[in-house]
Protein backbone atom coordinates (compact mmCIF):
# COMPACT_ATOMS: atom_id res chain seq x y z
CA UNK A 1 0.00 0.00 0.00
CA UNK A 2 1.29 3.72 -0.88
CA UNK A 3 1.64 6.30 1.25
CA UNK A 4 -1.63 8.43 1.22
CA UNK A 5 -1.43 11.78 -0.99
CA UNK A 6 -1.28 15.13 0.47
CA UNK A 7 -4.13 16.71 -1.71
CA UNK A 8 -6.89 15.37 -0.03
CA UNK A 9 -8.79 18.54 1.03
CA UNK A 10 -9.55 17.96 4.66
CA UNK A 11 -10.50 21.60 5.42
CA UNK A 12 -14.23 20.94 3.36
CA UNK A 13 -16.42 18.31 4.37
CA UNK A 14 -15.87 14.75 3.18
CA UNK A 15 -19.29 14.61 1.27
CA UNK A 16 -20.93 16.76 -1.35
CA UNK A 17 -22.33 19.24 0.13
CA UNK A 18 -24.64 20.40 -2.88
CA UNK A 19 -26.84 17.31 -2.13
CA UNK A 20 -29.29 16.62 0.74
CA UNK A 21 -27.63 13.53 0.88
CA UNK A 22 -24.06 15.04 1.50
CA UNK A 23 -24.90 17.31 3.63
CA UNK A 24 -26.89 15.13 5.91
CA UNK A 25 -23.98 12.60 6.09
CA UNK A 26 -21.82 15.51 6.98
CA UNK A 27 -23.95 16.24 9.98
CA UNK A 28 -24.74 13.14 11.38
CA UNK A 29 -21.04 12.94 11.80
CA UNK A 30 -19.99 16.00 13.15
CA UNK A 31 -22.83 15.92 15.74
CA UNK A 32 -22.45 11.87 16.42
CA UNK A 33 -23.33 11.44 20.30
CA UNK A 34 -20.66 8.68 20.33
CA UNK A 35 -17.61 10.74 19.89
CA UNK A 36 -18.56 12.12 23.43
CA UNK A 37 -17.14 9.11 24.63
CA UNK A 38 -13.88 9.27 23.45
CA UNK A 39 -11.22 9.41 25.78
CA UNK A 40 -8.80 12.57 25.89
CA UNK A 41 -5.83 10.27 24.54
CA UNK A 42 -8.25 9.36 21.70
CA UNK A 43 -9.31 13.20 21.19
CA UNK A 44 -5.16 14.19 20.88
CA UNK A 45 -4.45 11.67 18.39
CA UNK A 46 -6.93 12.64 16.02
CA UNK A 47 -5.64 16.25 16.58
CA UNK A 48 -2.30 15.00 15.99
CA UNK A 49 -3.46 13.02 12.69
CA UNK A 50 -5.07 16.38 11.61
CA UNK A 51 -2.77 18.75 12.35
CA UNK A 52 0.42 16.44 10.79
CA UNK A 53 -1.46 15.91 7.74
CA UNK A 54 -2.24 19.74 7.28
CA UNK A 55 2.04 20.39 8.16
CA UNK A 56 2.64 17.82 5.02
CA UNK A 57 3.26 14.83 7.52
CA UNK A 58 1.53 11.29 7.27
CA UNK A 59 2.01 8.53 9.41
CA UNK A 60 2.86 5.35 8.65
CA UNK A 61 0.08 3.13 6.93
CA UNK A 62 -2.37 6.13 7.37
CA UNK A 63 -5.51 4.97 5.60
CA UNK A 64 -8.24 7.74 4.03
CA UNK A 65 -10.58 6.47 5.78
CA UNK A 66 -8.85 7.33 9.39
CA UNK A 67 -8.22 10.50 8.22
CA UNK A 68 -11.00 11.61 7.83
CA UNK A 69 -12.59 9.79 10.80
CA UNK A 70 -9.55 11.76 12.78
CA UNK A 71 -10.71 14.79 11.32
CA UNK A 72 -14.82 14.66 12.11
CA UNK A 73 -13.62 13.51 16.07
CA UNK A 74 -10.80 16.47 15.45
CA UNK A 75 -14.59 19.06 14.33
CA UNK A 76 -16.56 17.37 17.27
CA UNK A 77 -14.22 18.69 19.92
CA UNK A 78 -12.37 21.32 19.12
CA UNK A 79 -12.76 25.00 18.20
CA UNK A 80 -12.51 25.71 14.55
CA UNK A 81 -10.74 28.85 14.92
CA UNK A 82 -8.37 28.77 17.78
CA UNK A 83 -8.12 24.92 18.06
CA UNK A 84 -9.04 24.88 21.64
CA UNK A 85 -10.74 21.80 23.34
CA UNK A 86 -14.49 22.41 23.99
CA UNK A 87 -16.52 22.29 27.17
CA UNK A 88 -17.81 18.50 26.96
CA UNK A 89 -21.47 20.35 27.06
CA UNK A 90 -20.62 23.06 23.99
CA UNK A 91 -19.30 20.66 21.45
CA UNK A 92 -21.41 19.49 18.34
CA UNK A 93 -22.01 15.93 19.52
CA UNK A 94 -23.49 16.76 22.93
CA UNK A 95 -26.28 18.21 20.65
CA UNK A 96 -28.32 15.87 20.77
CA UNK A 97 -28.72 14.39 23.70
CA UNK A 98 -28.60 17.61 25.71
CA UNK A 99 -31.72 19.02 23.57
CA UNK A 100 -33.55 15.84 23.78
CA UNK A 101 -33.33 15.74 27.53
CA UNK A 102 -34.06 19.80 27.82
CA UNK A 103 -36.84 20.02 25.35
CA UNK A 104 -38.68 17.24 26.75
CA UNK A 105 -38.57 18.81 30.51
CA UNK A 106 -39.57 22.24 28.66
CA UNK A 107 -42.60 20.08 26.99
CA UNK A 108 -43.52 18.26 30.28
CA UNK A 109 -43.19 20.86 32.99
CA UNK A 110 -45.25 23.48 31.46
CA UNK A 111 -47.75 23.72 33.62
CA UNK A 112 -46.05 24.96 36.92
CA UNK A 113 -44.12 28.14 37.63
CA UNK A 114 -41.27 27.33 39.42
CA UNK A 115 -40.74 24.37 36.59
CA UNK A 116 -40.95 26.59 33.61
CA UNK A 117 -38.57 28.95 34.80
CA UNK A 118 -36.49 26.44 36.22
CA UNK A 119 -36.43 24.73 32.97
CA UNK A 120 -36.08 28.00 30.71
CA UNK A 121 -32.89 28.91 32.89
CA UNK A 122 -31.53 25.62 32.22
CA UNK A 123 -32.31 26.08 28.15
CA UNK A 124 -30.69 29.45 28.45
CA UNK A 125 -27.79 28.51 30.25
CA UNK A 126 -26.90 25.71 27.86
CA UNK A 127 -27.57 27.74 24.70
CA UNK A 128 -25.06 30.58 26.42
CA UNK A 129 -22.63 27.50 26.44
CA UNK A 130 -22.97 26.27 23.13
CA UNK A 131 -22.81 29.75 21.84
CA UNK A 132 -19.60 30.70 23.54
CA UNK A 133 -17.92 27.47 22.92
CA UNK A 134 -18.16 27.86 19.01
CA UNK A 135 -18.32 31.54 18.85
CA UNK A 136 -15.77 32.87 15.84
CA UNK A 137 -12.16 33.02 17.09
CA UNK A 138 -11.53 36.55 15.46
CA UNK A 139 -14.29 38.00 17.29
CA UNK A 140 -13.68 36.80 21.06
CA UNK A 141 -16.63 37.80 23.87
CA UNK A 142 -15.80 39.31 27.02
CA UNK A 143 -17.15 38.74 29.84
CA UNK A 144 -19.31 41.65 30.36
CA UNK A 145 -21.03 40.80 26.80
CA UNK A 146 -21.64 37.07 28.03
CA UNK A 147 -23.12 38.12 30.73
CA UNK A 148 -25.47 40.25 29.13
CA UNK A 149 -26.39 38.09 26.54
CA UNK A 150 -27.18 34.95 28.86
CA UNK A 151 -29.45 37.47 31.14
CA UNK A 152 -31.41 39.41 28.59
CA UNK A 153 -31.95 35.87 26.82
CA UNK A 154 -32.68 34.14 29.98
CA UNK A 155 -35.36 37.19 31.26
CA UNK A 156 -36.72 37.07 28.03
CA UNK A 157 -37.54 33.26 27.59
CA UNK A 158 -39.08 33.22 31.06
CA UNK A 159 -41.06 36.20 30.71
CA UNK A 160 -42.03 34.86 27.34
CA UNK A 161 -43.18 31.74 28.99
CA UNK A 162 -45.23 32.96 31.79
CA UNK A 163 -46.64 35.73 30.09
CA UNK A 164 -48.41 33.26 27.32
CA UNK A 165 -49.03 30.74 29.99
CA UNK A 166 -51.19 33.38 31.85
CA UNK A 167 -52.94 34.43 28.65
CA UNK A 168 -53.55 30.58 27.56
CA UNK A 169 -55.34 29.27 30.97
CA UNK A 170 -58.48 29.96 29.06
CA UNK A 171 -57.93 28.42 26.24
CA UNK A 172 -57.90 25.02 25.13
CA UNK A 173 -54.70 22.57 26.81
CA UNK A 174 -52.99 21.54 23.36
CA UNK A 175 -52.67 25.63 23.21
CA UNK A 176 -50.79 25.77 26.18
CA UNK A 177 -48.15 23.29 25.43
CA UNK A 178 -47.23 25.45 22.64
CA UNK A 179 -46.09 28.02 25.24
CA UNK A 180 -42.45 26.77 25.68
CA UNK A 181 -41.77 26.94 21.63
CA UNK A 182 -42.98 30.95 21.78
CA UNK A 183 -40.16 30.97 24.80
CA UNK A 184 -37.46 29.70 22.93
CA UNK A 185 -37.86 31.40 19.57
CA UNK A 186 -38.00 34.92 21.48
CA UNK A 187 -34.92 33.80 23.24
CA UNK A 188 -33.03 32.78 20.37
CA UNK A 189 -34.11 36.54 18.60
CA UNK A 190 -32.25 37.70 21.74
CA UNK A 191 -29.41 35.29 22.75
CA UNK A 192 -27.94 35.02 19.75
CA UNK A 193 -27.32 38.80 18.18
CA UNK A 194 -26.01 39.61 21.45
CA UNK A 195 -23.64 37.01 22.21
CA UNK A 196 -22.53 38.03 18.34
CA UNK A 197 -22.53 41.83 19.05
CA UNK A 198 -18.59 41.71 18.72
CA UNK A 199 -18.75 40.17 14.90
CA UNK A 200 -21.21 42.45 14.14
CA UNK A 201 -19.49 45.36 14.82
CA UNK A 202 -16.04 44.30 13.41
CA UNK A 203 -17.35 41.82 11.02
CA UNK A 204 -16.11 37.87 10.31
CA UNK A 205 -13.13 37.15 8.27
CA UNK A 206 -14.48 36.67 4.49
CA UNK A 207 -11.45 34.46 2.70
CA UNK A 208 -11.46 32.85 -0.82
CA UNK A 209 -11.93 29.59 -2.18
CA UNK A 210 -8.24 28.81 -2.13
CA UNK A 211 -8.78 29.67 2.24
CA UNK A 212 -6.47 32.83 2.32
CA UNK A 213 -8.36 35.52 4.09
CA UNK A 214 -9.57 38.74 2.08
CA UNK A 215 -10.69 40.84 5.12
CA UNK A 216 -14.08 41.36 7.42
CA UNK A 217 -16.88 41.89 6.64
CA UNK A 218 -19.57 43.36 8.58
CA UNK A 219 -22.68 42.36 6.01
CA UNK A 220 -21.75 38.77 6.05
CA UNK A 221 -21.64 38.64 10.03
CA UNK A 222 -25.37 40.31 9.68
CA UNK A 223 -26.07 37.88 7.08
CA UNK A 224 -24.82 34.85 9.02
CA UNK A 225 -26.29 35.69 12.54
CA UNK A 226 -29.69 36.58 10.75
CA UNK A 227 -29.51 32.82 9.15
CA UNK A 228 -28.48 31.29 12.36
CA UNK A 229 -31.49 33.04 14.37
CA UNK A 230 -33.84 31.76 11.48
CA UNK A 231 -32.70 28.20 11.48
CA UNK A 232 -32.77 28.14 14.97
CA UNK A 233 -36.46 29.10 15.38
CA UNK A 234 -37.25 26.85 12.24
CA UNK A 235 -34.96 23.86 13.70
CA UNK A 236 -36.78 24.07 16.81
CA UNK A 237 -40.81 23.63 15.23
CA UNK A 238 -39.95 19.61 14.97
CA UNK A 239 -39.28 18.96 18.01
CA UNK A 240 -41.20 21.48 20.14
CA UNK A 241 -44.53 21.36 17.75
CA UNK A 242 -45.59 18.24 17.24
CA UNK A 243 -44.66 16.67 20.26
CA UNK A 244 -47.24 18.34 22.07
CA UNK A 245 -49.89 17.06 19.71
CA UNK A 246 -48.81 13.72 20.26
CA UNK A 247 -48.78 13.81 23.88
CA UNK A 248 -51.99 15.76 24.16
CA UNK A 249 -53.41 13.07 21.82
CA UNK A 250 -51.96 10.10 23.99
CA UNK A 251 -52.84 11.44 27.76
CA UNK A 252 -56.28 11.40 26.66
CA UNK A 253 -56.15 7.59 26.31
CA UNK A 254 -56.69 5.38 29.33
CA UNK A 255 -52.89 4.00 28.84
CA UNK A 256 -51.67 6.95 30.37
CA UNK A 257 -54.45 8.04 32.17
CA UNK A 258 -53.59 5.40 34.55
CA UNK A 259 -49.74 6.04 34.03
CA UNK A 260 -49.15 9.77 33.76
CA UNK A 261 -45.64 9.32 35.35
CA UNK A 262 -44.96 7.66 32.13
CA UNK A 263 -45.81 11.44 30.53
CA UNK A 264 -42.02 12.38 31.32
CA UNK A 265 -39.78 10.01 29.84
CA UNK A 266 -41.81 9.20 26.58
CA UNK A 267 -42.01 13.50 26.11
CA UNK A 268 -37.68 13.50 25.28
CA UNK A 269 -38.63 10.11 23.05
CA UNK A 270 -40.99 11.99 20.85
CA UNK A 271 -38.33 15.18 20.53
CA UNK A 272 -35.29 12.85 19.58
CA UNK A 273 -35.44 12.46 15.69
CA UNK A 274 -35.83 16.57 15.03
CA UNK A 275 -32.99 17.47 17.18
CA UNK A 276 -30.31 15.03 14.99
CA UNK A 277 -29.14 17.51 13.19
CA UNK A 278 -28.10 21.27 14.99
CA UNK A 279 -26.43 23.98 14.48
CA UNK A 280 -23.07 22.74 12.87
CA UNK A 281 -20.14 24.82 13.03
CA UNK A 282 -19.87 25.48 9.86
CA UNK A 283 -23.45 27.06 9.86
CA UNK A 284 -22.33 29.53 12.31
CA UNK A 285 -20.87 31.64 9.66
CA UNK A 286 -22.10 30.05 6.43
CA UNK A 287 -20.81 33.44 4.32
CA UNK A 288 -17.31 33.34 5.13
CA UNK A 289 -16.51 32.27 1.73
CA UNK A 290 -15.83 34.76 -0.03
CA UNK A 291 -17.93 32.68 -3.12
CA UNK A 292 -21.10 34.15 -1.43
CA UNK A 293 -20.91 36.92 -3.44
CA UNK A 294 -19.78 40.41 -4.02
CA UNK A 295 -22.92 41.83 -2.34
CA UNK A 296 -21.70 40.00 1.19
CA UNK A 297 -18.07 41.46 1.31
CA UNK A 298 -17.36 44.71 2.41
CA UNK A 299 -13.86 46.36 1.68
Not at 48 to 58: D, E, L, M, P
Not at 119 to 147: C, E, K
Not at 217 to 238: E, L
Not at 249 to 267: H, I, M, N, T, V
Request: charged share 15%.
Amino acid sequence: MGELPLDINIQEPRWDQSTFLGRARHFFTVTDPRNLLLSGAQLEASRNIVQNYRAGVVAPGLTEDQLWRAKYVYDSAFHPDTGEKVVLIGRMSAQVPMNMIITGCMLTFYRQTPTVVFWQWVNQSFNAIVNYSNRSGDAPITVRQLGTAYVSATTGAVATALGLKSLTKHLPPLVGRFVPFAAVAAANCINIPLMRQRELQVGIPVTEEAGQRLGHSVAAAKQGIFQVVISRICMAIPAMAIPPVIMDSLEKKDFLKRRPWLGAPLQPRFCHPPVLCPVPPEELHPCQQAGAGPASSDP
